[in-house]
């Protein structure tokens, strides 16, 4: 079955210590992307790949790293973790074409920092 | 600079009564535009798609949404609702030159017996 695969699905952790939300997909996509979701802002960028050793920003990148070493995987890392960084993220990847095809999201991740 | 507007945060319908709700984008292009619907404790699934073929797109599990240049929208509607539609729905128009997806705040949609 052709999924977007996120773990862990719930954390709650304390602030400052270092966490990785991993995400892996089966569907040969070259693009992979996070975002995060707040109440009243929709979806909001973090980061995106367009293929392997390839990342750039995107709207809201502060307090996270990310990292794509092999296509199928595109690991979310927190290194120093903030209340404000509470909130739900998704993994998503498409076909490198245009931002046009489908994209395809993960069940989500939902983060608490206390 | 693209940007998509939901113009209902909630939505309130009785099942078996038509659904519909709005969006409208600014673009400076010819948009690509999106919905998308996000089940409780669930990622987003797509609905459906408009990439400048017909203006009239239908999707899955019976709505459809049209394409209107004129007005700058992109409602989504559904003739008879069902208490499985209860969901949140985004309304998402694509930033060509970017190359990325913009995302509406989202319309929660509740369905009463």
């Known amino acids: 079955e052709a999924q977007v695969t996120q773990n862990p699905r719930y954390l709650i952790t304390v602030t400052g210590k270092k966490l990785t939300v991993t995400c892996s997909q089966n569907m040969n996509h070259e693009y992979m992307s996070w975002y995060r979701q707040d109440p009243g802002l929709g979806l909001r960028q973090i980061y995106y790949s367009m293929n392997v050793e390839v990342t750039d920003k995107g709207d809201v990148p502060e307090g996270y790293k990310v990292s794509r070493k092999e296509k199928r995987n595109f690991p979310l890392i927190l290194e120093s973790p903030s209340p404000n960084q509470t909130s739900l993220y998704f993994c998503?990847?498409?076909?490198?074409?245009?931002?046009?095809?489908?994209?395809?999201f993960g069940p989500g991740t939902r983060l608490t920092v206390l | 600079a693209q940007s998509v507007t939901q113009l209902d945060s909630h939505v309130s319908v009785s099942e078996g009564t038509p659904v519909l709700l709005r969006c409208n984008y600014s673009?400076?292009?010819?948009?690509?535009l999106f919905w998308y619907v996000q089940h409780p404790n669930k990622g987003l699934q797509l609905l459906l798609k408009?990439?400048?073929?017909?203006?009239l797109v239908k999707g899955i599990n019976g709505f459809e949404a049209e394409f209107k240049k004129s007005e700058t929208s992109f409602h989504l509607t559904k003739p008879s609702a069902h208490m499985s539609d209860a969901a949140e729905y985004f309304c998402v128009v694509s930033e060509r030159l970017l190359d990325k997806l913009i995302f509406g705040t989202g319309t929660r949609l509740q369905v009463f017996p």
């Open positions: 673009s400076s292009y010819s948009p690509s």
């Open positions: 998503a990847s498409r076909l490198a074409g245009l931002s046009t095809d489908t994209q395809y």
């Open positions: 408009y990439t400048s073929a017909a203006t």
